[in-house]
């Protein structure tokens, strides 16, 4: 039996990670500040509490994961104290336990009274003999920042710093430093230092201390607002956090640094009307920014590791109680993307998962998902290799819907046949699932993709299986857009819902009745004007015309616009209530020039249209 | 009770202006150096509250003397003098433990201000 194959390969494979821990914690104990090693055993931890947790076994689940935040912690740290080690070993032997139990067809005996024992921060513990850092490092704190500013006529300022930086690090442990130590030592350095300090002194305390340098003509603490709004939490957001790597904070740190130089070379400008230096200063500028917003984006980004194993523990759930066989690969899994798009996505890809293995997979098959990057998207695929959608038994439905008429049932490509089960009243259909070989709740999957901006492409071979693409952008605040213009007003198309942009003459404008079409590649595409849309006067003949190659409701249509601006990368503001009420507008940006400009979302538009 | 100091410089006008600095602000000289061998001695004899240390001097230079007085005492508070243009050297001093510096010509304000911030420690 499946199950009783998993129960052992899991006994085995937790095993081994167990064995592997222990070897590594014994290891540390003569080099506790081994970053591999640390980093190997988080690894560790982490396999085994993903195993467990796929196996149901809550318990082991539940210990293996406190150890991984604990050695996160030392991850941090970038080292592990003696006393550490000893309880990690003994949460090893409390693992040892478990596995017995779970080998003997026991329930798991708790480990809530465990972790109950155990510290709950890390503290750079220092082991007797070593007395060099007697300062309790919390972790969790990541210190408060300080800013300095030396008098202009104080001789030797490096040295001043160094000083300075001494005395800080009476107060508590300094974390970082720009310039640093070593940089100070080099020497040539600007009038400030910026200081990021782990301590349990006040605020106020050390900016009393620190006022009796006179040689200092400022002391501020940047980021407490920051750091009070962490303290009160509001509602509801307790989960929006992000684990961020030390390094990128080095980044931060380091950016801050230089656009507070970058603060005081244009302040001097201004000061000296030196309009010479100008160009360079606004460069510089520039140039902070650009790597700010990056390093940002890089914040918000995580993988799909924890989704893709949330995909596959369902795909094992549902295999074991339809009796199918069913492998499950996943590809590219470190792909990252923006936070809110992989917490959006993951109902949805359960969804599509859950089809694949309610529908699609009959008895036996392979399911997989596969991420890759294409430019400024991620491509997520969930394919498997089941009977296919009967292209036939869509289009019959889709007639007794009144979806099609007889003329479209007959010319519609099967590319366009497929999207329609992504139709709110088309999915909702009794027995659907079955007669289709898709499953219900479609029309939710699409609407939580295009919620991202991203665009949902089905592709199905009978008999061959069923493959489903998302295209999704890498971030939801900063995004490409295309710019258009109508009517004199200036609206912006996320760049993921266009397919191309082009300019045709109006003597390729064909009619097929009442509606005009276009030649667009091999197809015949009807041709909407997004004044009409809008409800906009109509305007003056266009010559050439310019046109947005876009989807709507399934289908690729050209959008006939006033004028192509051009593509921007802009931050998107979600509007506030009650604008966000608003059909057709998905949130707003301001353009370099100050204009406020528009994000259209058509397919809220169209949905209205049909509604009424 | 007042506070104690011993003055390391080679130059006796240097001595004798820190001296009357020091004097006037309450200070107790405990003694007087020319040289790094001879503060070291003196550090040990005495052991003030803290040294003010020439960094340039014949034979053993200040650096070194601070080295080796914080080697037998780590919490010995040394501020070192330097004249201006001497960074490179106030930065090694600092690095090798010296708590504060000076750079001359210097003002008696500012040599109380940089002492009695570190006594007050």
Known sequence: MAASKFKEMFLTEAAEHLQKMVDILVQLDSDPEDREGIDALFREAHSIKGMAATMEHHQMAKLAHHLEDRLDDCRQLGRISG????????AADVLELLLDDIRNEQPERSVESFIATLPKTIEAEVDTGEGEKSVDLAVNGCGQLIELRLRETVAAPEARFLVLLK????FGTILESTPSADDLMQGGCSNQLLVRLDSDMAQDEIHRELLKYTELQEVSFPDNAEKEKAKRPEKGTKDKTVR????????????????????????????ERNWKELEDGIGQLARLVKNLHHQVLQ?????????????????????????????????????????????????????????????GIEQSGTISVKAWRERAQV??????????????????QALEKGLLNAVQAKTIRDYDLFQLICQPGFS?????????????????????VEQVGGILLIDSIPGEGTKITLKLPLSLAIIRVLIVECDGTRMAMPITRVVQSVEIAPDEVQSSGKQLMVHYQDEMLPMLSLRKILKLPQGAPLDPIPLV??????????????????????????????????????GGTILGDGEIVFLLDLQSLFERRREK | MSKRVLIVDDALFMRTMLRDIFVEAGWQIVAEAENGEQAITEYHTH?????????VMPGLGGIDALKKILNNDPDARIVVCSALGQKNLILEAINAGAKDFIVKPFQSAQVLEVVERLIAK
Do not use: W, Y
Request: hydrophobic letters at 40%; aromatic letters at 2%; one cysteine or more.
């Open chain 1, 244 to 271: 961020v790597s030390t390094e990128l904070l080095d980044h931060f740190i380091n950016l801050t640094g230089e656009l507070i130089t970058n603060r005081n070379q244009l302040q001097n400008i201004l000061k």
């Open chain 1, 428 to 448: 909702t259909a009794t027995g659907m699932g079955e007669t289709s070989g898709r499953g219900v709740g479609m029309d939710v999957v699409k609407t939580a």
């Open chain 1, 167 to 170: 005395r800080l690090a009476d």
């Open chain 1, 549 to 586: 190659i876009t989807e709507l409701m399934g289908r690729k249509v050209g959008l006939v616009v006033d004028r192509l601006v051009g593509q921007r990368e802009v931050f998107v503001q979600r509007l506030p209530a009650p604008f966000d009420q608003i059909r057709g507008c998905s």
């Open chain 1, 379 to 396: 491509l997520v695929q969930v394919a498997d290799d089941g009977r296919g959608m009967d292209a036939e038994k869509i289009r019959q």
């Open chain 1, 83 to 90: 006393v550490e080690i000893d309880r990690l070993l003994d």
């Open chain 2, 47 to 55: 052991l003030p509250d803290l040294v003010s240390m020439d960094i």
């Open chain 1, 299 to 359: 914040v918000r980004m995580v993988s799909l590791e924890g989704l893709a194993g949330r995909l596959s523990r369902t795909v094992h759930d549902l295999s074991r109680r339809h009796g199918k066989e069913i492998i499950f690969q996943v590809d590219g899994a470190d792909i990252e993307l923006d936070r809110a798009i992989v917490e959006e996505l993951t109902a949805p890809l359960v969804h599509m998962v859950r089809n694949a293995v309610d529908h």
